[in-house]
């Protein structure tokens, strides 16, 4: 429905359809106004029915044609028909339908373009599109054409933008949705601009009808309205809600600068390598490039510039990238370095911990904290490896120079070495020859015209070769058979590693000699050598050729190895033979050198002479070498069974050498005491070594060996020898030996050499029977007796043992005299008095001591024994020498004496047993057991009674004793009258009796006055150990 013009009417759509040309017809009451007739470039029909209503009218009809017009092809318009009341014309009125180029109002559109952006890109590299997927869709009425463009004023630096390979201004069809289209999906590019900007502002991208675009040129297509649609292109926007198309800058593309890249490689013999790189993004002189330092925040996406390093080898895929450091062992990062204002940075590569080896060294730029959700290309760079050598090793010479010998003068000497050589011209290397007798050396350097030497280095070779032009006046003749040496200097490697000199000896090729040899036994003919000293061979040596210098020849003296059946060692000039020596002999010469030969190993002592060569080392007659023998040899044997003199080397045997074995090398004192004696029946167990047994028994040398070679056959006897102690002037006692064990044939004499006495194992044991040999002190040792050797030290015809003490005792130790033990006086002089046993000979004394000693005293039914050791008390004992002394502990004593007592006792008489048993000496001989009894009878003190001082002459001797010596006389001749029977004694107190020996004690008296003698506080100076002499 629509509204009327005139307010009391009303229309009302009766029917529509698209049609061509129709009629209106006019009735009463109302007028029908319907279609036209279609013209130009209308197309389609058009035919509407409508029916106005006049309140009041009658039906009335007439026809009107009206005919319309409109370019657009597609366009419909519904137009309402009006009758002018008053002046009766038409009045047209539109009503509906759809257009465009331009819309109508009051039609619908039929075209109404929508243009959206689906997604927006992520970080898009510079040297990349970034791409906006966009829809394009038409919401109008119809399907049509549409213009996809931009403005200009919004892309001020040149983006390059593309809609699926459409230029700025190309159409694009459109369906109408509403007549089944739908949106349409493309790509939308944008490429940087040629001045290559990281940032641009947003840019506004229009889509427009396309007849509109071009019908209303003579207005700016913003104007257009339905007919126009916009969306704004960015991928950034600021905290400011600022929008941006911003293009991600790619991992800074580092590249190597300076001497590093003046070539394909590079080598170095430093411990350090200065890297240069250059920052392309930092060079102001190249059009349109952004001054950009690594430091930069314009650089913000780069993390660091780092120079990484591996092998060059087959495995280099085996060999992980490692980050190079500097001088501070700290990672290399050039983003730290000074960086000048032409973008050239500089780090010290600390390279003094790596193998020698050949490395590919790359820059590496890290960026963008190695996102890993970005391209590689954002994230890291690495430029094109460069190959270096790091060699700080001279080169050195391989193997040795060719030929290594018998260099003949006019061919060329190759040296080879273990790298390639800096072998660029001029050469480096000098090479200089030293030829024996010849003053001046030649040389490669010395004249570069005309070298004496010439020089050709190619990679890891030199060769060397004589201008026999240059060397005038000397000629090749005169190089024959001379030696010479060769250096090398300023041989240089490729990272200019120097080598030292180098130097070789050797010698030139020679014309074969006419070689003549004689030897001769230095020492006299009946001159002894032992196994041990070397026996003196003269050897002349000579060229039998004329005396010409081209007759110079090398000759070798070896020993030949096929005569050597004994292993001898045949020395010359301290080397050995077996490797022949090399002599230089000119024709006519003649030289003469000492040899030496050593026995080998084994016991046999004489062997085949040797012979000995002299022989042509000319390579020139190395097929067949002109040779001469002759043989060594010392000593003529004649040979029964050839009934004549044969020549042999011969050493002589030395006197057996002989240790002891068994007790007598553990220890160097033996003592046998009566028992011990008894217990082996007088045979002492005697033991020795043969030291040299691995080159034969004592047997083997023996003169009872008729199965050695005469020469061999020296020892005489071994035997023990005896002779009493501190007798030195007394001759040695050949002891009596017994064999154990009972052999198959009895010799006259039992000695350590009589067969089968030695063991396998070089020990001999027989037995000594010292059963007629008086008890003594005796030295006694082994000794082996050889046949004496003319002309030499008489030390040579024996050997013996060191000498070992040995005492036989077979008698016990007595008492020597009466002892002095009698108890006499009061109890305070029995405490003090010390009691003494002397034996006959000397005691063993070792604690704790082995013998007992008690003393009982008893008065009627109480008794009490004392006695002495560890488990004793009471008395106090000491055993030295011969004597056994002891005293009574005075506490112990005054206690039991005071139990038995009182004040007002007078007299006592006290019982006294006293036993010594088991008393040993030295060899443990058991000395009789002693008794002694007698009673002690002695009168009781008075408390206030003081004693009688004791005579200073005599400080510790009782008043009565039962020893030899008397009681010292007073001054008038007769006894001390105050030393009586029954009186009490008193013992002085003083400070020592021996000044040289201060707080020592054992000097008989009482020295700190506590009322005991010598008693262990006494002594205050702790033992030592001093020896005058001895052995280690």
């Given at each position: 429905l629509w509204d009327s013009p005139q307010l009391h009417a009303k229309n009302q759509d009766v029917n529509t359809e698209i049609g061509g040309e129709g009629d209106a017809e006019l009735a009463a009451g109302m007028i029908f106004e319907f279609g036209v007739e279609a013209h130009g470039e209308v197309t389609g029909k058009a035919h509407y029915e409508h029916t106005l209503l006049k309140q009041g009218d009658g039906e009335s009809s007439t026809s009107i044609t009206v005919e319309f017009g409109d370019f657009e092809v597609g366009d419909e318009f519904l137009v309402d028909i009006w009758m002018d009341p008053k002046y009766g014309t038409f009045v047209f009125d539109l009503a509906g339908g759809k257009s465009s180029c331009p819309h109508e109002y009051g039609t619908l559109p039929i075209e109404e373009p929508r243009i959206s952006v689906e997604e927006l890109p992520g970080p898009t590299p510079i040297d990349e599109t970034m791409l906006f997927k966009m829809?394009?869709?038409?919401?109008?009425?119809?399907?049509?054409?549409?213009?996809?463009?931009?403005?200009?004023?919004?892309?001020?630096?040149?983006?390059?933008?593309?809609?699926?390979?459409?230029?700025?201004?190309?159409?694009?069809?459109?369906?109408?949705?509403?007549?089944?289209?739908?949106?349409?999906?493309?790509?939308?590019?944008?490429?940087?601009?040629?001045?290559?900007?990281?940032?641009?502002?947003?840019?506004?991208?229009?889509?427009?009808?396309?007849?509109?675009?071009?019908?209303?040129?003579?207005?700016?297509?913003?104007?257009?309205?339905?007919?126009?649609?916009?969306?704004?292109?960015?991928?950034?926007?600021?905290?400011?809600?600022?929008?941006f198309i911003a293009f991600t800058p790619l991992c800074l593309a580092a590249e190597f600068y300076g001497p590093l890249t003046y070539s394909d490689s590079f080598a170095t013999n430093s411990n350090t390598l200065v890297i240069t790189m250059l920052n392309p993004n930092n060079q102001p002189n190249e059009y349109n490039n952004d001054v950009t330092p690594m430091a930069s925040e314009d650089m913000i996406n780069l993390d660091a510039v780092k120079i990484e390093y591996r092998k060059v080898s087959a495995r280099s895929s085996n060999h992980g990238w490692t980050a190079a450091v500097g001088e501070d062992n700290e990672v290399i990062d050039f983003k730290t370095q000074n960086e000048t204002n032409m973008g050239i940075a500089s780090a010290v590569w600390d390279i003094s911990s790596l193998d020698d080896f050949e490395y590919e060294v790359r820059l590496k730029s890290e960026c963008m904290d190695n996102n890993d959700r970005l391209p590689k290309k954002l994230r890291e760079f690495y430029s094109e490896p460069m190959v270096g050598l790091i060699d700080k090793t001279p080169p050195k010479v391989f193997g040795l120079p060719q030929p290594s010998a018998n260099y003949a003068p006019g061919d060329s000497h190759v040296i080879q070495f273990d790298e390639d050589l800096d072998c660029e011209?001029?050469?480096?290397?000098?090479?200089?020859?030293?030829?024996?007798?010849?003053?001046?050396?030649?040389?490669?350097?010395?004249?570069?015209?005309?070298?004496?030497?010439?020089?050709?280095?190619?990679?890891?070779?030199?060769?060397?070769?004589?201008?026999?032009?240059?060397?005038?006046?000397?000629?090749?003749?005169?190089?024959?058979?001379?030696?010479?040496?060769?250096?090398?200097?300023?041989?240089?490697?490729?990272?200019?590693?120097?080598?030292?000199?180098?130097?070789?000896?050797?010698?030139?090729?020679?014309?074969?000699?006419?070689?003549?040899?004689?030897?001769?036994?230095?020492?006299?003919?009946?001159?002894?050598?032992?196994?041990?000293?070397?026996?003196?061979?003269?050897?002349?040596?000579?060229?039998?050729?004329?005396a010409d210098e081209w007759t110079r020849a090398r000759l070798e003296l070896g020993v030949d190895l096929t005569s050597n059946t004994g292993d001898l060692s045949v020395l010359s000039n301290g080397k050995s033979l077996a490797t022949p020596q090399e002599y230089i002999l000119q024709g006519g010469e003649e030289v003469t050198t000492r040899i030496l030969i050593f026995k080998g190993h084994g016991n046999s002592l004489s062997f085949d002479p040797v012979r000995l060569f002299l022989r042509s080392a000319c390579t020139a007659d190395s097929y067949d070498p002109a040779i001469a023998h002759d043989i060594a040899w010392n000593r003529e044997i004649w040979d029964e069974g050839l009934a004549e003199y044969l020549q042999w080397i011969v050493f002589t045997p030395p006197c057996p050498q002989i240790r002891w074995a068994g007790p007598f090398a553990e220890e160097r004192e033996m003592v046998y005491s009566n028992d011990a004696l008894v217990a082996v029946s007088d045979l002492v167990e005697v033991s020795i070594f043969n030291v040299d047994y691995t080159n034969g028994k004592l047997f083997d040398r023996s003169v009872l060996n008729e199965e050695a070679p005469e020469s061999e056959q020296r020892l005489q006897k071994v035997v023990l020898v005896y002779r009493r102690f501190g007798e030195y002037d007394s001759p040695w006692v050949e002891a009596h030996l017994e064999d154990p064990v009972t052999r198959l044939s009895t010799p006259d004499i039992i000695e350590f050499a009589n067969p089968g006495v030695e063991d396998d194992m070089g020990y001999a044991t027989l037995q000594w029977n010292v059963a007629s040999i008086p008890d003594s002190r005796y030295l006694v040792k082994v000794i082996s007796n050889c046949t004496a050797l003319s002309h030499s030290h008489s030390t040579h015809n024996y050997f013996s043992t060191d000498a070992?003490?040995?005492?036989?005792?077979?008698?016990?130790?007595?008492?020597?005299?009466?002892?002095?033990?009698?108890?006499?006086?009061?109890?305070?002089?029995?405490?003090?008095?010390?009691?003494?046993?002397?034996?006959?000979?000397?005691?063993?004394?070792?604690?704790?001591?082995?013998?007992?000693?008690?003393?009982?005293?008893?008065?009627?039914?109480?008794?009490?024994?004392?006695?002495?050791?560890?488990?004793?008390?009471?008395?106090?004992?000491?055993?030295?020498?011969?004597?056994?002394?002891?005293?009574?502990?005075?506490?112990?004593?005054?206690?039991?004496?005071?139990?038995?007592?009182?004040?007002?006792?007078?007299?006592?008489?006290?019982?006294?047993?006293?036993?010594?048993?088991?008393?040993?000496?030295?060899?443990?001989?058991?000395?009789?057991?002693?008794?002694?009894?007698?009673?002690?009878?002695?009168?009781?003190?008075?408390?206030?009674?003081?004693?009688?001082?004791?005579p200073t002459n005599s400080p510790f001797q009782s008043s009565a004793s039962n020893d030899s010596s008397d009681p010292s006389p007073a001054s008038d001749g007769s006894s001390d009258p105050s030393l009586t029977e029954g009186q009490p004694v008193s013992v002085q107190c003083v400070a020592t009796q021996n000044a040289e020996r201060p707080n020592l004690g054992c000097d008989g008296v009482d020295n700190d006055c506590d009322g005991d003698i010598d008693e262990c506080d006494e002594d205050q100076i702790p033992p030592k150990i001093s020896f005058k002499d001895g052995l280690a």
């Open positions: 829809g394009l869709t038409n919401t109008g009425y119809g399907n049509s054409t549409f213009i996809l463009y931009h403005e200009r004023k919004d892309n001020e630096f040149g983006l390059e933008m593309s809609f699926d390979d459409l230029n700025q201004g190309e159409h694009v069809e459109l369906a109408s949705t509403h007549l089944g289209g739908a949106t349409k999906y493309g790509t939308f590019t944008v490429a940087p601009g040629p001045e290559g900007n990281y940032v641009y502002d947003s840019v506004t991208v229009f889509i427009a009808s396309k007849c509109d675009f071009e019908l209303e040129n003579h207005r700016t297509i913003s104007a257009l309205n339905k007919t126009k649609d916009s969306v704004k292109l960015y991928n950034i926007q600021d905290l400011d809600g600022n929008k011209k001029p050469h480096n290397p000098h090479v200089t020859m030293h030829v024996s007798e010849i003053v001046s050396p030649f040389d490669s350097f010395s004249n570069a015209v005309n070298p004496q030497l010439k020089l050709i280095c190619s990679g890891n070779l030199i060769e060397v070769q004589f201008n026999e032009d240059a060397i005038v006046p000397h000629s090749f003749d005169q190089m024959f058979g001379r030696t010479y040496t060769l250096e090398l200097s300023n041989v240089q490697d490729g990272a200019g590693n120097i080598m030292e000199t180098y130097s070789y000896d050797s010698n030139f090729e020679c014309h074969p000699p006419n070689p003549r040899i004689n030897v001769t036994h230095s020492g006299r003919s009946d001159q002894h050598y032992l196994p041990g000293e070397a026996i003196v061979f003269d050897v002349s040596l000579t060229n039998d050729r004329p070992v003490e040995v005492v036989l005792d077979k008698t016990p130790a007595a008492l020597f005299g009466a002892p002095f033990i009698q108890l006499r006086g009061s109890v305070d002089s029995v405490k003090q008095e010390v009691y003494r046993f002397i034996f006959t000979e000397s005691l063993y004394c070792e604690e704790p001591h082995v013998f007992h000693l008690a003393v009982t005293l008893s008065i009627g039914q109480n008794s009490r024994i004392f006695t002495h050791g560890s488990h004793g008390s009471g008395i106090k004992t000491i055993c030295e020498g011969r004597e056994i002394r002891y005293r009574f502990d005075t506490i112990e004593l005054d206690e039991w004496y005071t139990a038995q007592t009182s004040s007002e006792s007078t007299d006592l008489v006290i019982d006294v047993n006293i036993v010594l048993e088991g008393v040993p000496d030295l060899a443990l001989n058991r000395a009789d057991d002693f008794t002694f009894t007698s009673s002690w009878a002695q009168q009781t003190e008075s408390p206030t009674m003081s004693p009688s001082p004791r």
